[in-house]
């Protein structure tokens, strides 16, 4: 069936809330698992906030971009044309892509980009999933325009694991910025200083009254224009909101989170380890260049990294190099299991700040069952990482601050009923435990989603060797998969 495409603005950058709400009217029709056909024109369109026009990279000329809407069980097909000078790819936030990792969509790591004047169809079946999740642009700061919402309904006669809601409507955070991302970007690898930070917060792509020119964050229906309730007739208050630093307050909110840990909804939590990872993250340094000065700490570049590893993003997608085996001299299969050179984390840190840079992966047997320790480090100042994991839901079985003690803090580990994710905040100056299955054969990025420390290093990949029997293997690569 051929699905319309809708507007709906959704998130861009440190976007991390969804609040989802999601009228019957967007709801397809009533079927068993269809095949859902959509089209992402990628085109420069210009857009105006905060009464600053720019050329904007968008998906069919929207601001944010269209929304998907499907059932669990539906398979998608969306074909990506690129109009625009940029290379682009899409991901999809929060898909599993069981067996389809071809579709997973971060640039150099799945898939080579998408280059101008091409195209590539983004197929992939939604298994076991259900919820409010997101697509964005995965190369460079395209992301922060390129987005929408992935909304997947329960199959139909399946209920809601709540009172089902009357209205449901998407709410995604993102930023605006005056000037084009993409030379922000670009100025900050060259001087290696810290990028211009954005110009507004925005709530489904716009800034909101309390910004100066901004439009009117509220719509009016017929109804209301004539009555007093109209949004033009009351008066903006300024919410009393916590401080973006207030980390107790994040804290207190993100481990009152539970899985439902039900019969219909059980929490499949790995009580059984193969293998144990500790990873440090945080920012670093490298050296300037001769010739160059530079703009970042006592005159060097800024960087971060995994485990004091800064990613070095290859020529070639890694998903090929792996399944074609041609890995050699595209990575290592050798990223460490623990800090090589192990110090007080969250206490002072070390005067030596330079990282090493490399291509390292973790290889992993299919089903290995994984306990990754995330440790959040001071060097450069201690904050809080959103670290997203593709290909993989994850239990956040345990988090606390200062340093991971291996002794103590595992006894209080929840394997009950846990909060399942694919992304987790490493706490400012804390550290966070989560455990998975690596039932998902393919290539997996993981990284902080705070574009800038991604841009620094801050990633790494998973290799899920494929299992023995035929449904535990990858499918093979797609005709149209994009060339490097």
């Known amino acids: 069936m051929k699905m319309g495409v809708y507007l709906l603005p959704s998130p861009a950058f440190l976007a991390v809330l969804f609040i989802s709400f999601v009228t019957l009217s967007v709801h397809p029709e009533p079927a068993l698992a269809v095949t859902r056909h959509y089209k992402f024109d990628v085109v420069l369109q210009n857009v105006t906030r905060l009464c600053k026009t720019r050329s904007t990279v968008t998906v069919n000329g929207k601001f944010p971009g269209p929304r998907i809407v499907a059932r669990e069980g539906d398979r998608l097909l969306i074909k990506v044309v690129n109009h625009v000078q940029n290379n682009i790819s899409i991901h999809w936030h929060g898909i599993r892509q069981l067996r389809s990792g071809w579709a997973d969509g971060p640039a150099y790591i799945t898939q080579c980009p998408i280059q101008t004047g091409q195209s590539y169809v983004y197929n992939y079946t939604i298994v076991g999933q259900r919820g409010t999740l997101w697509w964005h642009a995965h190369i460079s700061w395209l992301r922060s325009t390129i987005y929408g919402p992935l909304i997947i309904l329960p199959k139909l006669g399946t209920p809601y694991p709540f009172p089902k809601p009357h209205r449901e409507v998407p709410i995604i955070f993102g930023e605006w910025f005056n000037a084009d991302p993409e030379a922000i970007i670009n100025q900050a690898m060259q001087t290696g200083g810290g990028p211009n930070v954005s110009d507004a917060y925005t709530i489904n792509g716009f800034p909101g009254p309390l910004y100066n020119c901004s439009a009117q964050e509220y719509e009016e229906s017929p109804e209301t224009i004539q009555s007093s309730h109209s949004p033009k007739k009351l008066p903006i208050y300024k919410p009393s909101l916590p401080p973006l630093n207030d980390t107790s307050f994040a804290t207190n909110f993100t481990s009152k989170l539970r899985s439902l840990a039900s019969a219909e909804f059980p929490a499949n939590v790995p009580l059984k380890v193969d293998r144990q990872f500790f990873f440090t993250v945080g920012l670093g340094t490298n050296p300037c260049s001769k010739n160059q000065t530079c703009q970042g700490p006592n005159g060097t570049k800024f960087a971060a990294s995994v485990s004091n590893v800064s990613f070095v993003m290859p020529t070639k997608a890694l998903l090929q190099a792996h399944h074609f085996g041609q890995s050699k001299g595209v990575y290592s299969p ?151």
Request: negative net charge; hydrophobic residues 40%.
């Open 334 to 484: 050798n990223f460490p299991t623990s800090p090589l050179v192990p110090f007080n984390y969250t206490g002072t840190p070390p005067n030596n700040t330079m990282v090493s840079n490399a291509t390292k992966l973790v290889v992993l047997p299919f089903n290995t069952s994984v306990e990754l320790i995330m440790q959040d480090t001071s060097i450069l100042g201690a904050e809080s990482h959103p670290l997203h994991l593709h290909g993989f839901n994850f239990f956040v079985v345990g988090q606390g601050f200062g340093n991971f003690d291996p002794k103590k803090d595992p006894g209080n580990f929840n394997l009950v009923d846990p909060v399942e994710r694919n992304t987790v905040g490493v706490p400012s100056g804390g550290w966070v435990a989560i455990r998975f299955v690596a039932d998902n054969p393919g290539v997996w990025f993981m990284h902080c989603h705070l574009e800038v420390h991604t841009s620094w290093g801050l990633k790494m990949a998973w290799v899920v060797l494929d299992g023995k029997l035929p449904n535990q293997k990858l499918f093979p690569p797609p005709a149209d998969l994009p060339k490097c």
